[in-house]
C-alpha cells in the first residue's frame, strides 16, 4: 500500500515536473493582444510620419493608428498565442527546493531550509548566509535551475558585509559550472536561469532586431507615400 502511494506521488511529481520544463502557450487572447500591440507600436510611428507630411489629413492619421493594430493582431495574433509561457512557479517548486535541500540543513539557528529557502513568486531565493556547507548546497540547488529561476542571496560582497567573502566564494562554484549565459549578478544575489528562459530571451532578441531593421523600412516607404 506504501509502495503504490509512493508511486502516485512519483508519477504525480514528474507530470509537474514536465509542465514546469514545457510549460504552455499564452493562448489565443494573449496572442491577439500582443500582435495588436506591435501593430499599435507601427501605427504610431507611421502616424508621427503622417504628422509631420501633412497634419491637415486627420482622416489618414486615424486610419493608421487604427488600422495597423487590427491586422496586426489578425495576423500575428495566432502565431503569438503558440508561444510558451514563462516557467509557472507556485507552491509546488518551493516545496521540491526544500525538499531536495533538506538534508543539507546545519541545525537550529543555523542554515536550515525552512528559514532560508524562500520563493519571491518569480524564482527560488536562496539564502548562503549561515551555510557552512557552500558547495553542497550550490550542487544540489543547481539542478532546481532546469525548472525555474534560482537565486543564491549571498549580499554584496562589500567589507562591511556580515559575511564579505561570501559573494566570491558562490561566484566560483558557479563560475565552473554554469555557462555564463545562463547566469546574471545582481546587487545582492547570483541568479541561474533555466535553459526554456534563456531560449524565451533569445527569441525575443531576435523579434526586436527585426523590429528595429523592418520598422525603419516601412517608415521610410511610408514617408516616400505621404510626401
Known amino acids: 500500500m506504501v509502495s503504490t502511494d509512493g508511486s502516485i506521488l512519483e508519477e504525480h511529481h514528474s ?39 501633412d497634419p491637415s489629413q486627420l482622416q489618414r492619421l486615424a486610419g493608421l493608428m487604427c488600422t495597423p493594430p487590427l491586422i496586426g493582431a489578425v495576423a500575428l495574433g495566432p502565431f503569438l ?22 538534508p ?9 531550509v525552512l528559514s532560508h529557502v524562500k520563493s519571491d513568486g518569480m524564482s527560488i531565493r536562496i539564502d548562503m548566509h549561515d551555510l557552512t556547507n557552500l558547495e553542497g548546497v550550490v550542487n544540489a ?6 525548472l525555474c529561476s534560482v537565486k543564491f542571496v549571498v549580499g554584496r560582497g562589500v567589507p562591511s ?19 555564463l549565459t545562463r547566469r546574471r549578478r545582481t546587487a545582492k544575489s547570483i541568479e541561474i536561469s533555466p535553459v526554456p528562459t534563456v531560449k524565451y530571451v533569445d527569441q525575443q532578441r531576435k523579434i526586436n532586431r527585426a523590429l528595429l531593421v523592418l520598422l525603419p523600412i516601412f517608415s521610410f516607404f511610408a514617408w516616400l507615400e505621404m510626401r
Open 81 to 102: 498565442a503558440r508561444r510558451k509561457k514563462p516557467v509557472d512557479l507556485g507552491k509546488q517548486p518551493l516545496a521540491h527546493a526544500r525538499e531536495t535541500l533538506e
Open 141 to 146: 540547488a543547481l539542478p532546481l535551475a532546469d
Open 104 to 112: 543539507l540543513n546545519e541545525g537550529q539557528g543555523s542554515w536550515r
Open 15 to 53: 507530470t509537474g515536473t514536465m509542465n514546469l520544463e514545457e510549460g504552455e502557450p499564452v493562448g489565443l487572447a494573449t496572442g491577439l493582444q500582443a500582435g495588436a500591440f506591435l501593430g499599435l507600436y507601427l501605427g504610431f510611428s507611421l502616424a508621427v510620419i503622417s504628422v509631420l507630411t
Open 161 to 179: 558585509s556580515r559575511q564579505p567573502q561570501l559573494r566570491q566564494n558562490v561566484l566560483s562554484l558557479v563560475e565552473d559550472r554554469v555557462t
